[in-house]
């Protein structure tokens, strides 16, 4: 199977390796830093599932070098995907299928207008993980799940391709038939999770110890689910519990993509995750006010670089 990896960042990095110490066909298509970075320094993944490192990756900057693509897995931070979109149209040309593993869900949208229903498939990630100053990836959770299925019909046959594929990789892979229901409550838990992590810059561990604190990420969880059943995504109570109870659950030292982007002055997805809930509510007439509280509060980090 031939995969191709647009924005072979921490997850990119992470699951493209994996597919091809598994025996697959991938290719990274980066843009010019990053495929200097990779030439000189080599595609690594340092986790607690197994190290694995290699030297002849094939890295191309031109999506027309790409040669019978059947699936882009794409993992850019939700603010580089419109820059994104050229490359991904010259790959759907040429027949491939776009799976995005982006955090949220504004994206789905964007891609289908632009690049057409039948080609994008739903996809989503558990895995903690980031690039080093080497630009290796440093994966510290003991998940590393990559969950994708068809939103259409005529796509259940690529992801049981890709399901084959996953399964013999070093990775959790997942086949989901209600992909949209999986993305809504991903959504709920990251808005919670890398909201209150990245607004008072701690870890899980040390807000739990505040009580006050740690229930803003209830209050989160809360408003996502009434979001989510305002657009008819039956998110119910019992996944806002399960989603608690991971929250609860979460090692101590254990943060989000957000938090850790903010740590190093990176621009943070805000406006992607948390504004994009605030606009999906202001559509239907409604205020999430958490929400809103978090978004402000994170608002003067957003671009610090
Ligand atoms: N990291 C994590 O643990 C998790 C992340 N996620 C989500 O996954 C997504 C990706 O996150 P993450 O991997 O952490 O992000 P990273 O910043 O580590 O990686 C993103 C990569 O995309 C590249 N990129 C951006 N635009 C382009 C382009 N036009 N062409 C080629 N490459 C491009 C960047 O390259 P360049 O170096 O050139 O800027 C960068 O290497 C986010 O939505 C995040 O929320 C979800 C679950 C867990
Ligand atoms: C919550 C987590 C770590 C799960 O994968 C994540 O998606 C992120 O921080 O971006």
């Given at each position: 199977?031939?995969?191709?990896?647009?924005?072979?960042?921490?997850?990119?990095?992470?699951?493209?390796?994996?597919?091809?110490e598994a025996g697959?066909?991938?290719t990274f298509l980066?843009r010019?830093?990053?495929?200097?970075?990779?030439k000189e320094q080599g595609?690594?993944?340092?986790?607690?599932?197994?190290?694995?490192?290699?030297?002849d990756?094939?890295i191309v900057?031109?999506?027309?070098q790409i040669?019978?693509?059947e699936?882009?897995?794409?993992?850019?931070?939700?603010?580089?995907?419109?820059?994104a979109?050229?490359?991904?149209?010259?790959?759907v040309?040429?027949?491939?299928?776009?799976?995005?593993?982006?955090n949220g869900?504004e994206?789905?949208a964007?891609?289908?207008?632009?690049l057409?229903?039948?080609?994008?498939?739903g996809?989503?990630s558990?895995?903690?993980a980031?690039?080093?100053d080497k630009g290796?990836?440093?994966?510290?959770?003991?998940?590393h799940e990559?969950?994708?299925?068809?939103?259409?019909?005529?796509?259940?046959?690529?992801?049981?391709?890709?399901?084959?594929?996953?399964?013999?990789?070093n990775m959790?892979?997942?086949?989901s038939?209600?992909i949209?229901?999986?993305?809504?409550?991903?959504?709920?838990?990251i808005?919670?999770?890398?909201?209150?992590?990245a607004?008072?810059?701690?870890p899980?561990g040390?807000?739990?110890?505040?009580n006050?604190?740690?229930?803003?990420?209830?209050h989160?969880?809360?408003?996502m689910?009434?979001?989510?059943?305002i657009?008819?995504?039956?998110?119910?109570?019992?996944?806002?519990?399960?989603?608690?109870d991971?929250?609860?659950n979460l090692?101590?030292?254990?943060t989000?993509?957000m938090?850790q982007d903010?740590?190093?002055?990176?621009?943070?997805?805000l406006?992607?995750?948390?504004g994009g809930?605030?606009?999906l509510?202001?559509?239907?007439?409604?205020?999430?006010?958490?929400?809103?509280a978090?978004?402000?509060?994170?608002?003067p980090?957003?671009n610090?670089?």
């Amino acid at each position: 199977m031939h995969i191709v990896v647009l924005g072979a960042g921490a997850l990119g990095g992470y699951f493209g390796l994996r597919f091809q110490e598994a025996g697959a066909k991938v290719t990274f298509l980066v843009r010019e830093q990053r495929a200097i970075q990779l030439k000189e320094q080599g595609a690594v993944i340092h986790s607690i599932h197994g190290d694995y490192e290699t030297h002849d990756a094939t890295i191309v900057t031109d999506p027309q070098q790409i040669e019978d693509p059947e699936v882009v897995l794409i993992s850019v931070k939700g603010y580089h995907l419109q820059g994104a979109m050229k490359q991904l149209r010259v790959l759907v040309n040429k027949g491939a299928y776009i799976l995005p593993v982006l955090n949220g869900i504004e994206h789905l949208a964007k891609l289908q207008n632009e690049l057409g229903k039948a080609s994008i498939l739903g996809g989503l990630s558990f895995i903690i993980a980031t690039l080093n100053d080497k630009g290796h990836v440093e994966h510290s959770s003991d998940f590393h799940e990559l969950i994708y299925g068809a939103l259409e019909p005529e796509q259940e046959a690529i992801c049981s391709k890709l399901d084959k594929l996953s399964n013999s990789a070093n990775m959790t892979g997942k086949n989901s038939n209600n992909i949209l229901l999986e993305l809504w409550k991903k959504y709920m838990f990251i808005n919670a999770f890398s909201g209150v992590t990245a607004a008072v810059d701690l870890p899980i561990g040390m807000i739990r110890q505040h009580n006050e604190t740690f229930h803003i990420m209830l209050h989160l969880l809360s408003e996502m689910k009434t979001l989510a059943n305002i657009y008819d995504v039956p998110i119910t109570e019992q996944d806002v519990k399960e989603a608690w109870d991971k929250l609860n659950n979460l090692h101590d030292q254990a943060t989000s993509s957000m938090h850790q982007d903010r740590r190093k002055g990176l621009t943070l997805e805000l406006d992607h995750l948390h504004g994009g809930a605030l606009r999906l509510a202001g559509a239907k007439g409604i205020d999430l006010p958490y929400t809103r509280a978090v978004y402000g509060m994170l608002q003067p980090f957003e671009n610090l670089t």
